[in-house]
């Protein structure tokens, strides 16, 4: 990494270094972004904030201007999306944890076993949630695991009427939680990841060690669906391009900045593409303000 070989750059940054390993390795671009999230709070800029891009910088002399920009974005992606558990929980001391009632009640709503998600209850959800107190420390303590949202029974009741018969690709899977839910309904679904995440994630068999790439070549399939692609990823385009692909469907959040590659998503023009108020309200918690979209392939 030192002597600053841009195709070593390139490969270390497709393996998603946590923002202290970027900060320790490119510390005068992260100067540049604390200066960027410090000039845009002081003149109230909500939409630099909410989208999570900041002025390109002056060019060093390092790195291509186009990496060097990228890992900036990335660093403020990551400041904006994870911040830190005392930030988001509010524990400035100590270990992280429920208490015995609120632990109880998530795990009663959300899991089968341990951090084994299940498909949640609406109902019972929106009873218990409101009776949390420690809202807050959920998101937290799951993400180090690789889970960013929990899927209601209605919301995969509404993505089997969606899907139907048609041959289904779940990439970038992680545990396959998601893509366990949809065959459980009789769906025809294959989850596949990279395993990029196998330090933190126990990928199941289940789960296909692929490249998104290479899955969509493989399989052909007629729906993709991606749950939390991360910010500005190298895989998405790939979608787009697959010939035999109607729609693909992508839950994330509202905040561009935190998932998705939307470049990807505005260049292209083959598909159509909304968010799904509905599907996205079927996303718990709420807190999280996530968002589903479908892109629709356009007719000839």
Request: proline share 5%; aromatic share 12%.
């Amino acid at each position: 990494m030192k002597k600053r070989n841009p195709k070593k750059i390139q490969k270390w940054l497709a393996k998603y270094p946590s923002l202290n390993e970027l900060r320790t390795e490119f510390p005068e671009q992260w100067i540049a972004v604390q200066q960027a999230i410090s000039q845009a709070a002081q003149d109230r800029d909500v939409t630099t904030l909410q989208q999570g891009m900041i002025p390109q910088k002056k060019a060093s002399k390092e790195l291509p201007p186009e990496l060097e920009n990228y890992i900036c974005q990335r660093m403020f992606q990551l400041v904006v999306k994870n911040q830190g558990l005392s930030d988001v929980t509010g524990v400035k001391h100590g270990k992280v944890s429920f208490n015995w009632f609120n632990g109880y009640i998530i795990q009663k709503l959300l899991f089968l076993d341990d951090l084994e998600r299940k498909p949640a209850s609406l109902f019972w959800f929106r009873l218990f949630w409101p009776l949390i107190w420690q809202k807050n420390y959920l998101m937290p303590l799951v993400e180090p695991k690789g889970i960013y949202c929990f899927y209601s029974r209605a919301f995969i009741d509404e993505l089997v009427k969606i899907i139907g018969s048609q041959s289904c690709l779940e990439i970038a899977a992680g545990d396959g939680t998601l893509s366990g839910f949809l065959q459980d309904q009789g769906v025809r679904i294959t989850a596949t990841d990279n395993r990029s995440w196998d330090h933190s994630i126990e990928y199941p068999k289940s789960v296909i060690n692929m490249d998104a790439k290479k899955a969509l070549k493989t399989y052909n399939p007629e729906v993709v669906i991606c749950s939390w692609p991360p910010a500005n990823n190298n895989f998405e385009a790939d979608v787009f391009k697959t010939n035999t692909v109607n729609t693909y469907i992508v839950i994330g959040s509202q905040l561009k900045s935190a998932s998705g590659n939307w470049n990807s998503y505005k260049d292209q023009n083959l598909f159509s593409f909304e968010e799904d108020k509905h599907l996205s309200s079927l996303i718990i918690p709420p807190e999280l303000s996530s968002a589903v979209y479908i892109f629709r392939r356009k007719a000839k």
